[in-house]
């Protein structure tokens, strides 16, 4: 029946035309599980914000997206939808390891992002983690190979990756890069390439940004395929 149900949601989430929903203002508009519906309503999300109702669509017909609004738009619940959405879809079960990955350029952004996940996805059973400096990487090590969705800082992030043990990528369905102008800001554009070239090419990636400069595009281009533009400056 779960199957059925999936299938049910793949062909409304295709057929969603956003040009017949502009009108659409709720959550519960779009193609998306019980589930997350249910999370979204206990935390009191109901309308969506501008930049979720541009790109969740968009996100969820499996688009790479360079998207852009400033800040306090609501980006983290326009990437964490769409996360959990893929891995609902895809039936992901802690067998599977490592389904998304989330990049946040500080730890209070990481942490931030890691407190909403785990709200809005408490009707999932997908296991979620967060690695910033500070703690011991022993601990996070024997706990590593069974999280879904991960989220954590660039340096940390590819830290776990050096290591070889824990951290696989193989299965990487999602890639999301948060607050990008603000990772380059920092100096991280090295560690982003290196973290972006271990990945499978076959994921999606979301990058979100308060801003878009040649830096971004550049970025853009090395870690998306074929991605669509949304936000603020690009009102269609
Ligand atoms: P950004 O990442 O764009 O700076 P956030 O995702 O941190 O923005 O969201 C900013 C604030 O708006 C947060 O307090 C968040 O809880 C709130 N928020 C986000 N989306 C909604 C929504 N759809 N309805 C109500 N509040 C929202
Ligand atoms: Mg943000």
């Not at 360079?66 to 326009?78: E, P, V």
Request: glycine letters at 6%; a neutral charge; aromatic letters at 6%.
């Amino acid at each position: 029946r779960e199957t059925q149900f999936i299938k049910e949601l793949e062909t409304r989430i295709q057929e969603y035309d956003p040009s017949l929903h502009v009108k659409d203002q709720l959550f519960d508009d779009l193609p998306i599980s019980p589930n997350t519906l249910r999370g979204l309503k206990e935390a009191a999300f109901l309308k969506m914000t501008d930049i979720q109702k541009k790109s969740i669509p968009i996100s969820l017909k499996n688009n790479d997206i360079l998207a852009s609004a400033k800040t306090g738009s609501g980006k983290t619940l326009a990437f964490l939808i769409p996360v959990l959405e893929k891995l609902y879809r895809e039936k992901w079960t802690e067998f599977d390891g490592l389904g998304a990955l989330i990049i946040s350029p500080t730890r209070e952004l990481a942490m931030q992002i890691y407190e909403v996940l785990v709200k809005i996805g408490k009707y999932h059973s997908f296991s979620a983690g967060l690695v910033i400096g500070g703690k011991d990487v022993k601990f996070e090590l024997e706990r590593m190979s069974r999280i879904n969705i991960l989220v954590g800082t660039p340096g940390r992030i590819l830290q776990h990756m050096d290591q070889a043990v824990g951290l696989n990528v193989l299965n990487l369905q999602m890639l999301v890069l948060d607050e990008a102008d603000r990772c380059l800001d920092m100096g991280f554009q090295k560690t982003l390439d290196a973290i972006v070239s271990n990945l499978p090419p076959s994921r999606q990636t979301l990058l979100f940004s308060a801003t878009i400069s040649q830096s971004i595009s550049n970025l853009a281009r090395l870690s998306l395929a074929d991605y669509k533009i949304v936000g603020d400056d690009n009102e269609q």
